[in-house]
């Protein structure tokens, strides 16, 4: 009986020393946090690790990249700002929403659906506090917005905005930092009325002093800095970080960033020092702020239950200034033909990274296509939700390229992409199909302009022809039915995932579907 006696006494104990010990103590949650950063206009060939003839420096980025996995066929859904935010947060191709072309304005209504299944209330649903903190460039309801742009009554709250996306906490802007209104709006309040008309120095990169620093007239808050904005937001979500990694709840840290887009604005500690560009100057400052948000999760002692993920929206702009930086040995677009806007490899094919030190145990490169609409059914496998068939319907799990770097098995059937004018490519394999005549964007041959006399469908095997020059769509007709054929089943059954079909928004079908379904 002593026996017994002592050994429950034992047991009693080792739980109450156990308990001690552990007061105070955080628990590191089962779901990891995941903080999203979404580079402005950042290139492929502007990342170092990325392109080892990148004539910018970026260690911070390169930290994240030296420790996880690093894709390198990975692309936007689009070649421009706001579809690329749709697909990532709905795991679904934007020309499925009811912007068929183009980017909207920063007095647009909200474009994502209020029964439309977000990555935050997905989050949300399985225990995450959730925020976005940055540009967010998808619309909301500006109170008193029926009336015309000047008749925006700021001093009453939005509606439809990122907090009834699923997101608990919203501050940042509606369009890009050169679209007017610049009104901050913290959760669904301006944080200030417009006082003042700002305008940046609107010339061209073929202009004489030209240095990026462009936005367009229009009203601006009392609390609202160009030149401060990017500083600014980055402190907010450090913050957040900060403030969230004590609780019990696993956080979702979704930050849009304004930058490198225009206003190319790089701050005075990094004036001049690139070498070689403003807009070079401006990488080195992302770059910059990329590490303190890296910093700030080290110091909460949660990187290791932490997903980084860091990528951009689309390639870079042209308003780059590419001329001086080719004629300085830097290609933002790495080898890829192309810029912004484009069909063309360099206006969708991205950085990027993702570091999970808990889980991806070492550095390792995955070159099979990935799209960045992947990662809402990769964050719905880690956070165990199950989703419906009208949830993500674009979307794959990247888990196994993830965690393994033996994984060759390949997860996409074929990967959808779109330019600003509403035109469509197509890649399957080493092929890639381009259902227009030029670039579709902004490069030559530009829609409408350069297309005359040209053949109205390009084909290009990207390993044999990765700058897209040799246009083989005569040569292989079976390769342009087979992809021609899987677009339109992606477009008509309204998904590309396995699952019921679903429907598209708005008119059906719109302009530029039409020779692709008949």
Known sequence: ??????????????????????????????????????ADDLGYGDITSLNKNSKIPTPNIDEIANSGVIFTDAHSSSAVCTPTRYGILTGRYNWRSKQKRGVLGGYSKALISDDRTTMAHMLKKQGYTTAA???????????????????????????????????????????????????YVENDMPTSIPNHETVGNNKNPSQEGYNGALWRKGPTGSDF???????????????????????????????????????????????????????????MMVDHEVGKIVEAIRRTGEEDNTIIVLTSDNGCSPLADFNTLLSKGHNPSFVF????????????????????????????EVSQTICLTDFMAT?????????ADNEAEDSYNL???????????????????????????????????????????????????????????????????????NNVYKEHPK????LKSLLKKYIV?????????????????????????N
């Open 337 to 364: 033909r192309g810029h912004k806007a484009d069909l063309f490899e360099g206006g969708h094919r991205i950085p990027c990274i993702v570091k999970w030190p808990a889980v991806i145990k070492e550095k390792h």
């Open 379 to 387: 964050f719905a496998k880690i956070a165990g939700y199950r989703l």
């Open 399 to 469: 888990l196994p390229v993830l965690t393994n770097p033996g994984n060759k098995k390949i997860i996409r059937e074929a990967t959808v992409g779109h330019s600003i004018n509403g035109s469509f490519t197509i890649l399957k394999d080493d092929w890639k199909l381009l259902l227009a005549p030029g670039s579709g964007g902004w490069s030559f041959p530009r829609p409408g302009k350069d297309t005359m006399g040209l053949p109205p469908i390009q084909l290009y095997n990207l390993k044999s022809d990765i700058d897209e020059k």
């Open 493 to 517: 059954e309204g998904r590309s995932t396995p699952g019921r079909p679903q429907k598209n928004d708005g008119k059906y079908p719109w302009p530029q579907i039409q020779d692709i379904i």
């Open 225 to 283: 800095n160009h030149q401060e904005c990017l500083p600014n937001l980055t402190s907010r979500i450090v913050k957040y970080i900060e403030e969230k990694a004590p609780g019990k709840q696993p956080y979702f840290a979704y930050y849009p960033m304004p930058a490198p887009h225009t206003p190319i604005l790089p701050s005075k500690e990094f004036e001049g020092k690139s070498g070689l560009n403003s807009y070079a100057d401006f990488v």
């Open 1 to 38: 009986m002593k026996t017994k006696h002592f050994i429950l006494l034992l047991i009693f104990t080792s739980v109450v020393v156990f308990a001690i010990l552990s007061f105070g103590k955080k628990v590191t949650p089962s779901k990891p946090n995941i903080v999203f950063i979404l």
């Open 133 to 183: 903190i940055g540009k967010w460039h998808l619309g909301w309801d500006w109170n008193n917005i029926e009336k015309g742009n000047d008749s925006v009554d700021y001093s009453k709250p939005i509606f439809n905005g990122p907090t009834a996306r699923g997101f608990d906490y919203f501050y940042g802007f509606n369009g890009s930092l050169d679209m007017p209104p610049y009104v």
């Open 479 to 482: 390769v342009v039915k087979e």
